[in-house]
């Protein structure tokens, strides 16, 4: 149980930090399970049968591509625009 807790600290910790790619961070995590007893081989890779694991592996792998295209850039200066037009018309 302690070692459980130690992987799922560092795991969040390194999830936070941000200085690694978040699906190496979980990769190590999951393999770290394994080679310590908490995860059997079957449950350690029924999580790549999971729909929700491959959506959010894409949704990765989509925000990666808009953010090296610059069209999170973008996005970003639409926004803050947006919003200083709805906050000067709540107020007025």
């Known amino acids: ?34 080679l310590f007893g908490i995860l059997n081989l079957n449950e350690t890779l029924s999580g790549f049968s999971n729909p929700t694991v491959i959506m959010i592996a894409s949704l990765f792998i989509i925000g990666e591509g808009l953010s090296q295209t610059g069209w999170t850039a973008i996005a970003e200066k639409n926004l803050y625009k947006l919003q200083k037009v709805v906050c000067l018309n709540y107020w007025l």
């Open 1 to 34: 149980m302690a070692i459980l807790l130690i992987i799922l600290t560092i795991t969040i910790i390194l999830f936070v930090w941000g200085k690694y790619s978040p699906d190496v961070i979980a990769l190590v995590s999951m393999i770290s399970l394994f």
